[in-house]
């Protein structure tokens, strides 16, 4: 690390210290998933995962898989460099359409990892991708926003800001995500510039880099040289970034561009098949997990050919479309079981594995954005996820960053890592001093027990209203969203910036504004 990071780390920890351990803040963590500044760890999961695919099932995908692959083929197009490689490897390329040998991406994608950290500028924030690691990363790519007015519009850079801020100070994520919204009023090929800026400076968790273009993916890897040094990010993975395929079956030129670059440079791609249900893979459970697998196979081993121990992450964003309308649905029954299966095929290839968030249709964060939601998270936890994008803030089947239903998400996120913790088998959890001292007939309120534990015992909710109704009607009849939303309003305000060095700021300053001046502003 550079001495400037170093001297970041120093101060960040210093200021940090005020109220991340010890005394009441640390204690409203623990029984509420926190407030501003009260940060958890990224969760190590104390749960089994549930699977539900046995081994002959689990082989007979693998093994049409191996027919994909080999007889029809995956496109990487418009990438001259990538057929070449693939040639070289042993594979039979005609045109752009690429046939693999069985076993040739599986025997390639043994040099990569299954963990592997991701620095933080803050080392206190560093994350582990794999093992038993779940990382909750907020909403991922909206163009839109419906704001604290209740007015959905178009993304600005302010906006990108402020969910950065938001995802900083909760306490429940533990990334800081990478497109949380599409800031329209930068310029298209300026934007990147702002937006990696924005992680950076708002926040000192993890993030993302951008994916739009090869020499946008190289600033990002610059900028993250400003901040981490040289060396530091050749030998050690400070980005972690999504890679889509263009499903069904095809690797187009800005991707794979994109896949280069990070993987030259020891950054983590997630190679992520995009699938609509019948749309773009088969209508069936087993036919996308099929499709997913290959997908992932190629694009994931293509790192190796670029770089041999690069990380990599097996994607899939899954979901089905209506059969009606066309319209893509969200926690529904069959993108759970690709979830689930495409977890245990991940974990045979010992690769980490990303899926779900908290995904849903609805337009406003009402009961079907709740439920849908819900239904997506649960899936998620228990297939075993190691990195969840759109964690919080996902409205409209994610064309829309939403405000409250950012707050309404994080505080689901609290209780899913409780729960992920599992349950407590030590002394204290045993509660046998509790039991024998309240025998019979009696009741647990007052004994010792509770009193050493009452203030940590249960998650406690920042946004479900649990009061009498009369209590309720004297403050105000608010619903959940009307209190998101003045717990957004609260939390910016009270936003304080992580440390930055000021002359690792000043360099990034320096160079956004020698990249800028060197282009002109381009929308399209």
């Not at 050749?234 to 690797?251: G, R």
């Not at 794979?256 to 993987?263: C, E, I, N, P, Q």
């Not at 360099?507 to 002109?520: T, V």
């Amino acid at each position: 690390m550079s001495e400037h990071a170093a001297v970041d780390q120093e101060a960040s920890n210093a200021r940090r210290g005020r109220g991340a351990s010890g005394g009441a803040a640390a204690r409203r963590a623990a029984r509420s998933g926190g407030g501003p500044g009260t940060q958890l760890t990224y969760i190590k999961r104390k749960i089994n995962v549930y699977e539900v695919l046995d081994e002959e099932g689990l082989t007979l995908i693998e093994k049409n898989t191996d027919t994909v692959l080999e007889e029809i083929g995956i496109i990487f197009r418009d990438d001259a460099e990538a057929l070449q490689l693939w040639k070289e490897a042993g594979a039979d390329v005609k045109g752009e359409r690429v046939h693999f040998p069985k076993g040739l991406c599986r025997s390639l994608l043994k040099t990569a990892p299954s963990v592997y950290t991701q620095h933080a500028r803050n080392s206190e924030r560093s994350v582990q991708i794999g093992g038993n690691a779940t990382v909750f990363a907020p909403v991922y790519g909206p163009p839109f926003v419906r704001d604290l007015d209740g007015v959905r519009r178009y993304a600005t850079i302010e906006d990108f800001q402020n969910f950065v801020k938001l995802a900083y100070m909760a306490p429940s994520i533990h990334h800081s995500g990478g497109t949380v919204c599409e800031p329209v009023d930068v310029p298209v090929n300026k934007r990147h510039l702002d937006m990696i800026y924005s992680h950076i400076k708002y926040s000192d968790k993890p993030f993302m880099g951008s994916v739009t273009a090869p020499e946008r993916a190289e600033d990002t890897v610059a900028m993250a040289k400003i901040v981490f040094g040289d060396d530091f990010v050749e030998n050690n993975t400070v980005l972690t970034s999504l890679i889509n395929a263009n499903s069904p079956m095809v690797f187009d030129e800005t991707m794979l561009g994109a896949l280069k670059v990070y993987a030259r440079h020891n950054q983590a791609c997630i190679v992520t098949p995009f699938i609509l249900a019948g749309a773009m893979s088969p209508v069936t459970v087993a036919g996308t997990l099929t499709q997913v697998l290959a997908e992932v196979l190629a694009g994931a081993s293509f790192t190796q050919l670029i770089r041999p121990g690069a990380p990599v992450l097996f994607g899939t964003f899954a979901s089905s479309i209506s059969m009606q309308s066309g319209a893509p649905t969200f926690g529904t029954p069959e993108p759970s079981l690709v979830s689930y299966g495409a977890a245990q095929l991940a974990r045979r290839l010992g690769l980490p594995f990303r899926t779900g968030g908290s995904l849903c249709a609805s337009k406003i964060p009402d009961a079907q954005a709740a439920y849908e939601s819900a239904n997506t998270l649960n899936s998620t936890i228990l297939a075993g996820t190691n990195f969840v994008l759109h964690s919080a803030g996902w409205l409209e089947g994610g064309l829309a960053s939403c405000y409250e239903k950012f707050m309404m998400d994080i505080d689901q996120l609290g209780m899913t890592q409780k729960f992920s913790e599992g349950i407590d088998l030590s002394e204290n959890g045993q509660a046998m001093d509790a039991i024998r001292q309240v025998g019979p007939g009696s009741h647990y309120l007052g004994c010792d027990h509770t009193q050493a534990n009452f203030q940590t015992a249960f998650y406690r909710s920042n946004i479900a209203d649990n009061n009498s109704y009369e209590q309720w009607l004297a403050e105000g009849e608010k619903t959940a969203p009307q209190r998101a939303n003045e717990l957004a309003r609260r939390w910016l305000e009270s936003y304080e910036a992580p440390y930055l060095d000021p002359a690792i700021d000043e360099a990034l300053k320096d160079f956004i504004a020698k990249k800028k001046g060197s282009m002109p502003d381009a929308f399209t």
